[in-house]
């Protein structure tokens, strides 16, 4: 059988996807025999280009979905794109420019066009790529945020929070970006530490205490000073208590601001007194509802002043206008001092602008009562998190949670399903809940007519929600609950209804959610609040949450630092395999992973050792001409058992090691067993005596090895498959994706003979690290060996192999050897020496225990320090004494080396 001398992945990855795809080997329906094990995709952004995360994240869900399969699990793991609302939006707006126009110049229904245009043409270039890279999704249940089906649920959700009286609409403070022109939550817009100024401005006062012309205002946003209604001091800070009976008066604008006192202030900032500018801060926003103050908001949307400001300010961006109005406060000797200042500043989470705190009328969801459930789900175990750490930080957050501001002043999005009639409905009009408005058609598909005063002058809401408002009923919702409307995907309605309601409670809930830290609250939790509040049930029952890629120096991954390394490159250069191999060997539970293009290069290392592997068997089995009929495991001597038990405890391991979503520990365990048990011992053993029985029981311990290692690397495992079953023989058909998992039982074994054949390997070892020492290279020695007579039979057995592993000339069982080297219960054994060369062995065995001794020193001397205990960290503490043990062990093991020789 011709097989290629060098691995080609990019040849063979695309065979093998193509096989894949055109096959149902990754569909998955209900299966009344079978247990089921599904995964939702956290779904990629249609304007998303595959980065190292999605390959991390979608890499770990495709070693789970696999090893699932493999297991007897139906297994589902189901994908889908996001619509990403700003995202998407900005993506077509900055190609709407090329052209000289803007949304508003096309109109909305255009733009809507234009925006589906580019996602029929652009959005699955994300699905594709993470087709290349082995992800074997159920890709004939694609599921899209804004397919008619999945739409229909998210106005089914909004209808029922609105009905139950969990939707509200009103003016309030919320986040606002400028670039995107649209509301944020919380979430969106994440603190980050700048560096700022504070300044200390000078407020005149009418006072009726002489001496008293100002008060000193510490803020770190002058010109939000413009909307100041107010000025506030604690009511315990008796420093301030003469102000009560003053009036001060905002500079530059001369407004006349009330004095109040409230318990909120915090008189140790700045001078302890605080502007109060309630259209443009969260505190001051409650300050002011709190004491009835005037709302004056004066910025624009794109956050340049608007006209409730002077008239030389208006116009200008708000950073512009700050510099403007410190030069004003200058001249007027109005600033006192200014001081540099960390303050945390909320950035937009699409284009990193700085957001502007600003009063806007905006739709929120009541989140307490929906957390309620969530967080007694987690806290009785019902929902698992790994590590384990992260469920604190769950309960933090739910336990602390705000309202969610919903809405989104952009286009591209599910648009609010609520209508106003135009002739009974005064939009201003905020006194009451929404829902008891007049005029107000809360509906899934627009009215025929107002049901107060039938007019047919309706106007549907022009905000669209949030795109998490989509994403948090992924779970559910992409197995076409609630199982209405479904002609749009195909076949007969009601069979189509049954066939998904079937399938929902099959597979659903899901068992794992594979995702990143940066998106618990954005996206987890609020799928934990969804599925309780609509389905009654969790949406899964473990939540893996994997770290940051991070590139060599510890930097996380970032386009704006090029510090990026593309994975599709790598996938180029070294085949998916390697770029997968590599990231879960680098996976470690919850850790951050440090990577460097160099590290891919011990997957495409790996990669090349299995073919290599391969063409070996494949080879011996030609030379020899040995016919392979079958692949029933025929023990033919302690290697084979030896081999056969090693195999039985990898699997074991490697399956325990995935069980805890510690792939890393797995890759590594498979790893080891394929590179050193199998490959550096078994087939080195081998190669004196490959006989018809060592070659089946070498080919059936590949094809177990490679059914392990394919969750992890599938392509090349796949390949390697489909040369094994070219064999009619073994009868071998399908996909190895969907092969048994390896047998974890431990087989009937001699004990005793297996016990003196890892003797045997002990002593291998043994030989090679005294080679080593002794620095003896390629140098041929001969052995002297005493054992009990009833064991030279076993050591004829195996004396061939020996001899040329430890690159021996011969062994000479002797009744009493010279020197003594190496010895267990069974045997002794003597590296016959020249005289001539003991004394050169001599001298380089003092210099390494002086090196030693000296290193031995230099670290007890670092654990003595008081200085260093108190100060290190202590997983530093702890690597120095690991250092200073092994350091002593290896003296020890030296010193007695150099007593066997003198």
Not at 123 to 140: E, P, R
Not at 240 to 266: C, F, H, M, N
Not at 715 to 733: A, R, W
Not at 854 to 882: D, M, T, V
Request: aromatic share 12%; proline share 4%.
């Amino acid at each position: 059988m011709e097989i290629s001398t060098r691995y080609n992945p990019n040849e063979i990855e695309k065979i093998n996807l193509k096989k894949w795809l055109e096959s149902s080997v990754f569909s998955s329906r209900k299966e009344s025999s079978k247990k089921p094990y599904s995964i939702v995709i956290p779904p990629p952004n249609i304007t998303g280009i595959l980065h190292m995360g999605h390959a991390l994240n979608n890499t770990l869900q495709d070693v789970l979905i696999r090893y699932k399969r493999m297991q007897g699990f139906e297994s589902l793991w189901m994908p889908g794109t996001d619509h990403a609302g700003i995202a998407t939006q900005n993506v077509v707006e900055r190609s709407l420019a090329k052209e000289g126009l803007t949304k508003e110049d096309i109109g909305r229904d255009e733009f809507i066009k234009r925006l589906w245009s580019w996602r029929d043409k652009y959005g699955s270039t994300i699905i594709d790529q993470l087709k290349k890279i082995g992800a074997s999704c159920d890709w004939k249940r694609l599921r899209f945020t804004m397919d008619k089906p999945y739409s229909q649920a998210v106005k089914k959700v909004f209808l029922r929070l609105f009905n139950d009286g969990l939707i509200y609409r009103g003016n309030y403070i919320i986040n606002w970006c400028p670039r995107c022109r649209t509301a944020l939550s919380d979430e969106e817009a994440a603190h980050k530490e700048t560096e700022g100024w504070l300044y200390y401005i000078r407020y005149p006062v009418e006072s009726v205490q002489p001496g008293k012309e100002h008060i000193t205002v510490a803020t770190t946003r002058p010109e939000t000073m413009l909307g100041d209604t107010a000025i506030a001091i604690n009511p315990k800070d008796k420093r301030y208590q003469w102000l009560k009976k003053s009036k001060v008066i905002l500079p530059i604008v001369g407004r006349r601001l009330t004095v109040i006192k409230d318990e909120a202030v915090d008189p140790d900032f700045g001078t302890g007194v605080v502007k109060v500018t309630p259209s443009h801060d969260p505190v001051d926003f409650g300050l002011g509802k709190k004491h009835s103050l005037d709302f004056i908001n004066i910025m624009n949307e794109d956050a340049t002043l608007n006209k409730n400001t002077p008239e030389e300010f208006q116009g200008i961006d708000r950073f512009e206008a700050r510099a403007m109005l410190v030069e004003q406060l200058k001249t007027k000797k109005l600033i006192e001092k200014k001081e540099p200042y960390r303050l945390g500043a909320g950035h937009c989470y699409r284009c990193n602008t700085i957001i502007e705190p600003r009063v806007s009328l905006q739709w929120f969801v009541k989140m307490k009562p929906l957390a309620s459930p969530a967080i007694e789900a987690v806290e009785k175990g019902k929902i698992k998190f790994y590590p384990q750490r992260w469920k604190k930080v769950y309960l933090n957050w739910m336990n602390n949670i705000q309202d969610w501001c919903v809405s989104r002043q952009i286009w591209w999005g599910h648009q609010i399903p609520v209508w106003y009639c135009k002739d009974c409905y005064d939009l201003q009009s905020e006194t009451n809940p929404i829902q008891k408005r007049k005029g107000v058609i809360a509906a899934e598909e627009k009215p025929k007519k107002c049901p107060n005063c039938k007019s047919t002058n309706i106007k549907q809401d022009e905000d669209v929600l949030d795109t998490w408002f989509s994403s948090w009923l992924w779970p559910f919702a992409t197995f076409g609950w609630p199982f209405v409307n479904v002609e749009d995907r195909g076949g007969k309605v009601e069979d189509r209804k049954i066939k998904e309601e079937e399938e929902f409670r099959y597979f659903y809930p899901t068992n794992t959610l594979v995702t990143a830290s940066e998106i618990l609250f954005f996206w987890v939790a609020r799928m934990i609040m969804a599925s309780l509040k609509f389905t009654g049930s969790i949406p899964f029952s473990d939540v893996l949450i994997h770290g940051t890629v991070r590139d060599d120096k510890g930097i996380k991954m970032s386009k704006s630092l090029g510090n990026t390394i593309d994975p599709l490159e790598i996938v180029g250069k070294y085949g998916a395999d390697s770029l997968r191999f590599s990231l879960m060997f680098l996976a470690a539970s919850g850790s951050d992973i440090q990577l460097s293009t160099e590290k891919f290069l011990m997957g495409r290392n790996f990669c090349n050792k299995i073919w290599n592997a391969y063409r070996f068997i494949a080879s011996k089995i030609e030379i020899n001409k040995i016919n392979i009929d079958n692949l029933n495991y025929l023990p033919e001597d302690e290697s084979d058992q030896w081999i056969k038990e090693q195999l039985n405890q990898a699997a074991s391991d490697c399956s325990a090691a995935l069980e805890k979503y510690r792939m890393d520990e797995a890759i590594k365990r498979a790893y080891d067993f394929f590179w050193h048990s199998f490959c550096d011992w078994y087939l080195e053993i081998s190669k004196d005596n490959f006989s018809s029985t060592k070659a089946k029981n070498s080919l059936f311990i590949f094809l177990e090895s490679i059914k392990l290692l394919h969750p992890f690397i599938p392509f090349i495992t796949e390949e390697i498959f489909n040369l094994i079953k070219k064999n009619p023989s073994l009868k071998l058909d399908g996909f190895l994706a969907e092969a048994r998992w390896p047998n974890t039982k431990k087989s009937k074994i001699n004990s005793k003979n297996l016990s003196l054949f890892k003797e045997l390997l002990k002593s291998v070892d043994e030989i090679r690290d005294l080679r080593g020492v002794l620095a003896l290279g390629q140098e041929k020695i001969d052995l002297e060996i005493t054992t009990e007579e009833k064991l030279k039979v076993f050591w004829q057995k195996h004396h061939k192999w020996f001899i040329r592993l430890t690159n021996s000339n011969s062994i000479d069982f002797t009744g009493k050897p010279a020197k003594i080297f190496i010895q267990n219960k069974y045997w002794a054994i003597n590296l016959k020496i020249k005289a001539a060369d003991l004394d050169k062995f001599k001298n380089n065995l003092e210099k390494k225990i002086n090196n030693l001794n000296s290193l031995i020193k230099k670290s007890e001397g670092k654990l003595k320090n008081k200085k260093f205990i108190q100060s290190a960290p202590p997983q530093i503490i702890e690597k120095e004494k690991l250092k200073l043990r092994d350091f002593s062990q290896k003296s020890a093991r030296l010193k007695s080396l150099k007593k066997i020789i003198d």
